[in-house]
Nanobody, 126 residues
């Protein structure tokens, strides 16, 4: 059974940092893209960051470019999201997701990701 489990969420002041981690079990995703999405109350789930099978092939949502960094550990089967210079508008539930198709580009559409974690809450206070 495939499971994605997020951790690292919490409450932080604006300007602070958090590091989210997603641990995958049940299969290895080293050949597939993994991503982070977020969903704020009353809003659609949006793409935050993604990484393909190659560690240097990453993509970010416009609102987080330059502040967030995604990385993955192929041995541990994990993907992390380092979030710096956090803003109140970053407040949301953050979800880890995994694709099952090898691709050269990071998929931005949530429909491409077939495995999802339960999410972890990130709250940024002003």
């Amino acid at each position: 059974q495939v499971q994605l489990v997020e951790s690292g969420g919490g409450l932080v002041q604006a300007g602070g940092s958090l590091r989210l981690s997603c641990a995958a079990s049940g299969r290895t995703f080293s050949s597939y893209s993994m991503g982070w999405f977020r969903q704020a109350p009353g809003k659609e789930r949006e793409f935050v960051a993604g990484i393909t099978w190659h560690p240097s092939n990453t993509d970010y949502g416009d609102s987080v470019k330059g502040r967030f960094t995604i990385s993955r550990d192929y041995v541990k089967n994990t993907v992390d999201l380092q979030m710096n210079s956090l803003k109140p508008e970053d407040t949301a539930v953050y979800f880890c997701a995994a694709d099952s198709i090898t691709s050269l580009r990071v998929p931005r559409s949530r429909d491409r990701y077939i495995y999802w974690g339960q999410g972890t809450q990130v709250t940024v206070s002003s």
